[in-house]
């Protein structure tokens, strides 16, 4: 079987002018990244058309070792919409080279589901992880510095500064560091840290910002830390925006590449949904909405991480409304949630499908909970068998849930034309505006109880002594009104990993908050969870290659 690269490889691709053409920009207009990719300038958003144009958001069931194909779903469902004629566009994230050399080894979909150039894109794309990386360590830069200066010093209190150092790579050993080392002239030593880039809060303020000057008004509330009159310090007070800001001027643009089928994808920001808000760019979404006819779009991991997020923060800021939900669902992963061993999830075993189904249930629930319509699409695999499948389209119909198989990894938008007619069936059922899950009026106390109750399906949440301080904290610096972007384990819905399935009679714990009033929420977060992965035992980097012809091989 060819691999995702060896069928990329197999593609013609057109010029990136003739994809712009299909969304109506001019040719001058676009920002040439080679022959194929290009930069979309902001001019282009429409917002009488943002409005009217049908949102769709792919998420998924509880991610499992087995994967579930979201990303392949959201591209394959792009091409089976536009061969019944409708102008889609694919709006999705842009990977980090964290999961890239570490446990994903790329991040473009897969099979004849995919988005070109996939070298490109996994690895630098247009450069805008590097800038984000480069806005967020010069703050770094500013805060030693201020720290270190006696004539500007601010009275910053080292021991208060929350503002770590980022990298786009996964690496543990930087989690905890020391700096300022080497005497007098090599700063104020003090314990700090790093996170991976895709967790940066400038990485979620680049997401939620409208235009530069409101990514540059953001990057000002950037909450530092503390001076030594207990005085709170932010990026403004350093003089941080403009700078940070002008290494963003490229990065704010959306990019502009294409499907295998010659279809316009849009990518653009890159936050995980463990970690972070998991959604691509505001200024994205309504980049696609403004040209296409129809917009797909995901989320990160599953219904409960990255479907909640897009929906209680990225798209009450934006003022969007999805108008169906297509949950995707693998025979493979629902066995594993069934409890049936790794090695066996091929094996048919239609009771494990069926032991495995509460967790599809659960996040059914959940996408009803804001009000708005469901598909299920079954991304179906050759191991597969009839009677699993129908195992799965049996319950969804019991439920009133369209279900249907899709093939779009071996047959492109051919394998994806069920459930297309499935989601342009489910739009018109849709209300005008989606129900947030909490009022913004709660406390961040609340906030957090009612996500973990409701979406999670916790009995209760418990707050460490840290949590309770740092809800001191928010209080006192008046952000109590902003929403909550819980940092909690993928595998699970609780914030235990090893709880597979639908798990009941659980309690989170929510060990610290982090404040992030640029981006404009803060961070519960939950468990073990880190905001710095590590890399696995044996590495995608391993497997990846470069010859003498320039040619890539190991990315899948």
């Known amino acids: ?41 902001l001019q282009y958003i429409q917002p009488e058309k943002v409005k009217e144009t049908p949102l769709i958001l792919v998420t998924a069931i509880s991610p499992t070792p087995a994967g579930e194909g979201k990303t392949t779903m959201s591209i394959g469902l792009t091409e089976g ?21 570490g446990i ?22 247009t450069g805008d992880f590097s800038a984000v990386e480069k806005a967020h360590n010069l703050l770094a830069a500013l805060i030693d510095n201020n720290i270190q200066s006696r004539k500007r010093s601010l009275g910053i209190d080292p021991r208060t500064v929350l503002w770590k150092r980022v990298m786009d790579m996964n690496d543990r050993a930087l989690r905890d560091v020391i700096v300022g080392l080497g005497g007098t002239t090599g700063g104020v030593p003090r314990q700090t840290g790093f996170d991976i880039t895709a967790a940066s809060e400038i990485m979620a303020i680049l997401c939620l910002s409208d235009n530069l000057s409101h990514l540059k008004e953001k990057i000002g509330n950037i909450f530092i830390g503390f001076t030594y009159d207990r005085e709170p310090v932010f990026a403004r007070d350093l003089h941080a925006p403009g ?19 010659g279809n316009p994808a849009i990518i653009h920001g890159g936050p995980f949904a463990n970690i972070a808000q998991g959604t691509n760019t505001i200024i994205a979404t309504r980049m696609g909405l403004s040209m296409a006819d129809y917009v797909v779009t995901e989320a990160g991991f599953g219904a409960d991480l990255g479907a909640e997020k897009f929906l209680d923060i990225k798209c009450r800021q934006a003022g969007l409304s999805p108008k169906t939900v297509v949950l995707v ?20 075993d239609e ?41 799965v389209k049996e319950h969804c119909r019991a439920m009133g849930v369209r279900a249907e198989t899709v093939t779009a990894w071996a047959d492109g938008g051919a394998g994806a034309e069920a459930i297309a007619e499935a989601v342009l069936e489910a739009i018109p059922k849709a209300p005008a505006q989606f129900k947030p899950i909490y009022s913004l009026d709660m406390s ?14 916790a009995n209760d949440v418990e707050f460490t002594s840290r949590a309770r301080l740092d809800l001191r904290r928010i209080e006192k610096l008046g952000l109590s009104g902003l929403p909550v972007c819980i940092a909690k384990t993928q595998k699970s819905l609780s914030d235990n990993p090893d709880l597979i399935g639908r798990p009941t009679d659980f309690t989170i714990t929510v060990r610290e908050i982090e404040i992030a009033a640029g981006a404009g929420f803060v961070v519960p977060i939950t468990g073990d969870m880190m905001r710095m992965p590590g890399l696995p035992l044996i590495p995608s980097a391993e497997g990846i290659d470069i010859n003498d012809q320039g040619e890539i091989s190991g990315l899948f």
């Open 104 to 125: 994903k080894g790329g991040a473009t979909g897969g099979g004849y589901a995919q988005v070109l150039p996939m070298e490109d894109i996994n690895l630098h794309f």
């Open 444 to 457: 961040i106390e609340e906030k957090v109880r009612k996500v973990a109750t409701t979406i999670y399906g």
């Open 81 to 101: 919409m536009n061969r019944l004629g409708k102008k889609t566009c694919v709006v999705l994230r842009e990977p980090s080279l964290g999961p890239v050399f």
């Open 243 to 261: 700078a940070m800001a002008a290494l963003m001027k490229d990065a704010i643009q959306p990019n502009l590449v294409q499907t295998i089928e």
């Open 329 to 348: 669902a693998t025979i493979r992963a629902l066995k594993y949630h069934g409890g049936a061993d790794l090695k066996e999830l091929t094996t048919p």
């Open 351 to 391: 009771h494990a499908v069926a032991k495995g189904l509460p967790n599809m249930m659960k996040h059914l629930e959940n996408i009803a909970q804001f009000g708005l319509p469901a598909v299920v699409a079954i991304n179906r695999f050759p191991t597969d068998t009839d009677e699993e499948i129908n195992v």
């Open 1 to 41: 079987m060819a691999s995702d690269i060896d069928i990329a490889r197999t593609i013609t691709l057109k010029p990136i002018q003739e994809i712009g053409d299909k969304l109506g920009i001019d040719q001058q207009d676009l920002q040439m990244y080679g022959r194929y990719k290009a930069k979309i300038p």
